[in-house]
């Protein structure tokens, strides 16, 4: 699997989940256009909008441009994670939080949550494929916190001698794509200099670990 495989299967899941809020959106706004469109249609010249409708399609329109903003700034996350660049030096702890705002969706009610991006210093990759990798890895370990109620899912970001190092884990049913995900996640970060560990147990959950190298 290329870093191309991942941006694509992590697009598909955003495509998914925001496809119905886009056609609610549209059928709104349709319903706004239409409601004027009476208005003028049964008028016979300048006539005032009725205070309670205007109020009403303010309040409609008001909604959907929130809902609007909100469907696009998913868009623009995932369109910074896609743009492609050589590895360099970048801010460990600010690709890891685009990662986990790309996989969001996947964190709803039902899962205790607990992050820790602390400091870390500059470390050397790619920080859009690096959000993509997070991104898919916090979903896996989501799914496995999901099989068992109550579970936690915490993502840490640290400093070690050498290495800036992302921690996922979780307590939940475990994953059996977790160590497909991280031999995927080591062969597109081994040629930064990084190392990744995926491990998966029934009824304990998944743990993997990102270590990039510092310069």
Known sequence: MKPTDIAGEVAIEVAQQIAEPIRGLRDRLGLVVDH?????????????YPWRSLTTLRQDLAAAYLEAT???????????????APPHLFDLAAAVDLGLRIAGHHLGPGIE?????GNAP?????????SLIVAQLVS?????????????????????EGAGVVTIADNGGGNPRADELGEVARMIMAPWGATV????QDGQGCAFELRLAVE
Request: hydrophobic share 45%; net charge neutral.
């Open 113 to 117: 949550l607990l992050f820790d991006l």
């Open 36 to 48: 004027l469109e009476r208005h003028v249609a049964m008028s016979t010249g300048p006539t005032p």
């Open 197 to 200: 560990d995926a491990a998966s």
């Open 70 to 84: 909100q469907l696009a700034r998913r868009l623009e996350e995932l369109d910074r994670a896609l743009a492609g």
């Open 140 to 160: 896996a370990s989501a799914l496995s916190a999901r099989a068992v109620a109550g579970s936690s899912l915490s993502v840490r970001v640290s400093a070690e």
């Open 122 to 130: 500059p470390t050397r990759g790619v920080p859009g494929t690096l």
